[in-house]
């Protein structure tokens, strides 16, 4: 018989540890049926949380082998399949308090979801009476972001708010001030995407792990990219991260490439680049990993790529 | 001790509706309960749609008809005053759902979009695709964060306090702490939803709905109102009881048993697959019980098989419902069948209400809506499309209802809420420290095959007996039952042992109910008496909790328009 071995992380308010759990194979399992199995059959003291058991409450994500899963969606057989071991680690979502076991805290979550203002403002233009008008192109744009189920895989797996103090939001927050902003319902998109600005909204680092992982598919990351976006036409373009991106487009449209030389100096300005970046750069010409004197030239398609500006302006505008 | 004006117990649309007409009256102190984060309540696993007759997709359709449907779906046997309120208000709550930012799906016109389903006469299901109560559920916590409704979330009801008739408050244990706390309360809404889990495996229903509010409302003296009608949808995935849609025999799906047969040639020659849900279920169980199923217990089960309609097809019309088989029981249904066996779907019975406009039960300041409580508009059967309907337009009413007794009522006495908080202290010490004893688990197993074989799809009465003297039995069984956990916080075991003694408890009063109704009538289905007798069983049965005793009545249906007659499709 084959035997699966289970490790998993406990916590019980004060004190840490990793505890062994086997149970026989069965084919065509899932995650949460392991955790329901070792509660039920061999360890009643064992905390997580699960509901309604078909990828719909959200409740029951955690991490196996350090990749955050939804328990009850996630086959045990791809799981051993694509580890190819037998040996799985069951951890809590990681970027959350741990209450114990694997159970996690959404208050404090949910505080900081507040300050998107996760609710419709709602327009003039509806009624409590009689509701709203809302063409099905309009409802489509908010359908994918409302199959949100709060699992918190995306921010399990973010590695901003791996290192971030805390500031930065949640993907699925984000999620909710793109779901909002885009309703056309609602009459302020701006009270949901300032506050996303404010807190930091150039620092995701486009690791794609949040997309990637999310058991609902939604697209995190082109929400992420509307958001900063919006936030420029704001009028928020004095910041890193807009002048980081507007570096990029200004050099790929002269010249069809990156001037790296120029970059830092573009996106942080001159003082900040002279007092930050230079023994970092010193080091960089020292290994000649960088010449400070290139000055890439255009390159041979620079004709279209000016074509392909040009296209992409009409079609904004048009 | 905590003191609220108003709590509501429950989390999902019923509960947070309910929290937020509560509130709407500033000077009034509202917090919910929530034995789990609210979103993840099981209003949010309702996939197909809310009914409203908005007439937008069929400008003939009208309240009225929706009022005739359900009260021709529900077997006769519901109150017609409170599907009349029920039917007249849904529209206006479609439109203030879409207001508080609900996705619903649109039309070309850019109104609500509308679908037809079972036992309606005009296609009046509102909907979001397929996620219609995950997205009213979502919407109305979105709600709750802009007015602030306080949540205790993680905190479970153990007990109502009631002396001589007067409520003081409940008591309730905060997870996490494992603390018992006392809270005064001038008013309460009961909002805890369905108890589908005395099938324990053979349900829908999420791991969680064990009727705690139903119980806690039946220990104090409420009756429990119908509870021996229970609906059961034939297509339950076999290992999960995950339902897959009903879409799945629409489009040509074959039942198939161990020999290979098509078996509904036996029940239903002329519609095979496409026989109403109760024959389809009574049959697939037919097949298992005489031996021609696959598996063996609790994990039988016959196939449904739909590769004969190719990739192609599948793909296009049942995308969801291929995902939902590969990932819940691990099998392409492009490649393979699939075991699938009927699952328990919904509890049309429940705390008794008085008064449908305000749902307040026989006790002054108790309220109750959603599947906890029987209003009752389902009666014997439920319609698809009724159920996120009921919660959400029951949960604004009950809200309301409760700032009216709220208002009435003042703080008086404590003495009974404080000896039921040392009851409840103590309880949870003795508990956790037992060192041996039967295994609550296999309680549970046992009680649900009891329910599933005897006080199932199909009835008779020596198979409800013997399923009454086994939960006898259990509940006997059960005082000396183990729950392995000795931790002083957070203690899950201890949670799932009220949660197990409730389902219990319903599960007598389920069985009793079922075997007094001696007539055949919407979900309730008896070998021994095949037909409706509105002679002697128009009425709803109520069963009331005195200790180990129960004592069964009935009371009239209310028929306002509609005299009975012969249920035909």
Redesign the interface.
């Known amino acids: 018989m084959r035997t699966i071995h289970y490790k998993i992380k406990r916590f019980?308010?004060k004190r840490e540890w990793y505890q062994d759990y086997q149970l026989q194979y069965e084919?065509?399992?899932?995650i949460l049926w392991a955790l329901t199995a070792i509660r039920?059959q061999l360890?009643?003291?064992l905390?997580f949380?699960?509901?309604?058991?078909?990828?719909?409450?959200?409740?029951c994500a955690i991490k196996v082998n350090g990749k955050s899963f939804l328990a009850?969606?996630t086959?045990l057989?791809e799981v051993l399949e694509t580890f190819k071991s037998d040996y799985l680690v069951f951890e809590p979502l990681s970027n959350f308090e741990v209450?114990?076991d694997l159970?996690i805290a959404?208050?404090p979550k949910?505080e900081k979801?507040?300050q998107v203002?996760?609710?419709?403002i709602?327009s003039n233009k509806?009624?409590?009476?009689?509701?709203?008008?809302?063409?099905?192109d309009?409802?489509h744009e908010?359908?994918s972001p409302?199959?949100?189920?709060?699992c918190g895989v995306c921010t399990s797996e973010c590695n901003q708010l791996a290192v971030n103090d805390g500031t930065y939001l949640d993907p699925f927050i984000l999620n909710r001030a793109y779901r909002?902003s885009v309703?056309s319902?609602?009459c302020a998109p701006e009270e949901h995407i300032r506050p996303v600005y404010e807190n930091e909204l150039w620092k995701c680092i486009h690791c794609m792990q949040c997309i990637s992982s999310c058991p609902k598919g939604i697209p995190l990351t082109d929400e992420i990219a509307y958001l900063r976006q919006e936030s420029i036409k704001m009028g928020e373009v004095n910041n890193q991260g807009a002048k980081h991106a507007f570096a990029f487009y200004d050099d790929v449209r002269n010249k069809g490439r990156l001037n790296e030389t120029m970059l830092p100096i573009k996106t942080d300005g001159l003082l900040k680049t002279a007092t930050t970046k230079i023994p970092f750069a010193l080091r960089m010409i020292k290994k000649g990993k960088i010449n400070p004197f290139h000055m890439p030239k255009a390159i041979e398609g620079i004709k279209g790529v000016k074509e392909i500006y040009k296209y992409a302006e009409e079609v904004k505008h048009s | 001790m905590f003191k609220y004006d108003v709590v509501v117990v429950g989390a999902g649309g019923a509960g947070m509706m309910a929290a937020l007409y509560a509130s709407k009256d500033p000077s009034l102190k509202v917090a919910v309960l929530s034995k789990?984060?609210p979103?993840?309540?099981?209003t949010?696993?309702a996939q197909g749609g809310i009914n409203a007759a908005m007439g937008y997709r069929d400008n003939s359709d009208s309240a009225e008809k929706h009022f005739r449907d359900t009260v021709k779906g529900s077997d006769f046997l519901a109150d017609q005053d409170a599907v009349e309120f029920f039917t007249t208000h849904m529209p206006?709550l479609?439109?203030?759902?879409?207001?508080?930012?609900v996705?619903?799906?649109?039309?070309?016109?850019?109104?609500?979009a509308q679908r037809p389903f079972g036992g309606a006469s005009s296609p009046r299901t509102c909907y979001?695709?397929d996620?219609t109560g995950?997205?009213i559920l979502?919407?109305l916590y979105?709600?709750c964060?802009?007015n602030n409704v306080r949540f205790h979330?993680d905190w479970y009801l153990l007990s109502l306090a009631v002396d001589n008739g007067h409520f003081e408050g409940l008591v309730a244990m905060d997870i996490?702490t494992a603390k018992v706390h006392a809270i005064q309360a001038k008013a309460v809404v009961i909002a805890t939803g369905g108890y589908g889990r005395v099938y324990w495996s053979r349900t829908t229903n999420?791991?969680?709905m064990t009727g705690d509010g139903t119980a806690a409302c039946f220990d104090i003296g409420i009756p429990l109102k119908d509870p021996e009608f229970v609906q059961f949808h034939p297509t339950g995935l076999a290992?999960?009881g995950?339902?897959l849609s009903e879409a799945c025999r629409g489009e040509g799906g074959y039942l198939i048993n161990k020999d290979g047969e098509r078996f509904m040639a036996r029940y239903a020659p002329d519609k095979m697959e496409l026989g109403p849900r109760d024959l389809v279920s009574r049959s697939i169980e037919t097949e298992i019980k005489e031996g021609r199923g696959f598996g063996d217990g609790m994990g039988s089960y016959v196939l449904m098989d739909l590769r004969h309609l190719g990739e192609e097809k599948i793909m296009e019309r049942l995308p969801q419902v291929r995902e939902?088989a590969?990932?819940?029981?691990?099998?392409d249904l492009v490649k393979e069948p699939v075991p699938i066996r009927p699952s328990c779907h919904y509890m049309m019975g429940g705390i008794h209400i008085v008064d449908h406009k305000t749902c307040a039960t026989p006790i002054e300041g108790i309220h109750a809506a959603g599947e906890c409580c029987a209003v009752s508009i389902h009666g014997a059967n439920r319609l698809g499309g009724n159920s996120v309907a009921d919660v959400v337009l029951f949960g604004k009413y009950a809200g309301q209802g409760a700032q009216q007794s709220a208002k009435k009522r003042s703080f008086t006495s404590t003495a009974k809420l404080e000896l039921e908080k040392i009851k409840w202290t103590e309880k949870f010490d003795l508990i956790r420290k037992k060192k041996t004893g039967i295994n609550m688990?296999e309680i549970r197993d046992k009680m649900a095959e009891t329910m599933w074989y005897n006080v199932g799809i199909f009835r008779t009465e020596d198979e409800m007996k013997q399923a009454y003297y086994t939960i006898e039995d259990l509940l006997e069984q059960f005082k000396d039952a183990f729950?392995?956990?000795s931790?002083e916080?957070?203690n899950?075991?201890f949670i799932?042992y009220v949660e197990i003694s409730n389902l219990l408890k319903l599960a007598k009063a389920v069985t009793l109910g079922a075997i007094n109704r001696k007539e055949s009538r919407g979900s309730h289905s008896r070998g021994d008496y095949p037909t409706r007798d509105d002679e002697n069983f128009l009425k709803h049965t109520l069963i009331y909790n005195e200790g180990e005793y129960y004592r069964l009545e009935y009371s009239p249906v209310t028929i306002t328009k509609y005299q009975p007659e012969e249920r035909k499709y």
């Open positions: 019980d308010g084919k065509g399992k899932t039920e360890d009643p003291t905390v949380t699960s509901a309604c058991r078909h990828a719909i409450c959200g409740s009850c969606k086959s057989d209450i114990k159970a959404w208050e949910m979801m507040k203002k996760p609710w419709l709602p509806g009624s409590v009476e009689r509701g709203f008008i809302q063409s099905e309009d409802f908010i359908s409302t199959d949100c189920i709060l909002f309703d319902r609602d | 789990i984060f979103t993840r309540s099981h949010g696993a206006e479609i439109s203030e759902l879409d207001y508080m930012g996705p619903f799906s649109r039309d070309k016109n850019g109104k609500v979001s695709a996620k995950h997205v979502h919407a979105e709600q964060l802009k979330n996490r999420a791991i969680n290992s999960t995950v339902l939902l590969m990932d819940f029981e691990g099998v688990f729950i392995g956990d931790s916080s957070y899950m075991a799932n």
